[in-house]
């Protein structure tokens, strides 16, 4: 039960990932994406996606923070925000879940929108994130001071928005899912051709039963 209420009120930043999860599922159901089932999976997925889109488009920098806590005050009618960052998950660690999400979801279903969600988050990598030698992670997402245009170019280890950190997935997997999202000649085939492995390698799918 403890689990259960955990889950409800805090949203993970790595359950993102789970998201393209739902809409692989769905296209790829053993009744057709048609089925009810498959149709019910997809349309979580594109719900949850909406969400983590969220976790960045409502923080001042435009980057997502660590977890979320939801606030069920906000259904009352006041002005309540309906979820904010968690006092220990406020910064920003250039993940890849979220845009790897999206690279899926615009993958199968052709919807822009999830093109224009991708591009917002770049351009907010690029703004407050890149420096002269690579990118840097974020302290604080929802910290206004970090839309100096001038922030980025003066980048230093001893700056007190910015963390000198940069995950070797950022390469692997961020910024190759912003690359194939808006790449209109990929020829990856999601559904039935290749698989991605944790680190944002494409693997070639083999059928068994054609060796």
Known sequence: LFLNFYLLFIHL????????????????????????????DLQIGKALAYTCYQMYARMA????????????NSYDGSNTKDFEPCSNGRHHYLRSETVETLYILYHLTN????????????????????????YASVKDVDNTK???????????????DLEDRMESTFLSKTLKYLYLLQDPDSELD????????????????FNLSHP
């Open 61 to 72: 920098t435009g980057l997502s923070p660590e977890c979320v806590s939801f606030n069920t």
């Open 190 to 205: 999601l559904v039935n051709m290749v698989v991605f492995n944790n680190d944002g390698h494409p693997l070639r799918v």
């Open 13 to 40: 930043y790595f359950c993102c990932l789970f998201v393209g999860l739902f809409a692989l599922g769905a296209y790829t159901h053993p009744h057709g994406l048609a089925s009810s089932v498959a149709q019910h």
């Open 146 to 160: 970090n839309h100096n245009e001038e922030f980025s170019n003066n980048y230093s280890t001893s700056s007190d």
């Open 111 to 134: 919807d822009p929108v999830y093109q224009e969600w991708g591009w917002e988050i770049f351009q907010s990598l690029e703004q407050l994130c890149r420096s002269l030698v690579g």
